[in-house]
């Protein structure tokens, strides 16, 4: 896995962003559904649609990550 830096402005837009435009939990919240219903829907819609399923595991899985980072839902016990 490679590892990129963000730019200081970049830093800084996300900082002001998660810290003056939204809650963290209401942010990883609305990920979750999101996620869950674009995988639902393109599950449905193309059920032996081979060619996009590694980049749909992807998106699934970073998209998680992200509501994690924001909200360690799943860590929690």
Do not use: C
């Not at 996620?35 to 449905?44: D, F, P, Q, S, T």
């Amino acid at each position: 896995m490679s590892t990129n830096t963000l730019s200081k402005e970049a830093e800084t837009r996300l900082m002001n962003f998660f810290n003056n435009t939204i809650d963290p939990k209401e942010m990883a919240k609305s990920i979750r559904q999101a996620n869950y219903i674009l995988a639902l829907g393109v599950m449905r819609e193309h059920e032996t649609l081979q060619n996009e399923k590694a980049n749909l595991e992807n998106s699934f899985y970073w998209l998680n990550q992200l509501a994690e980072i924001l909200n360690p839902y799943l860590d929690e016990e």
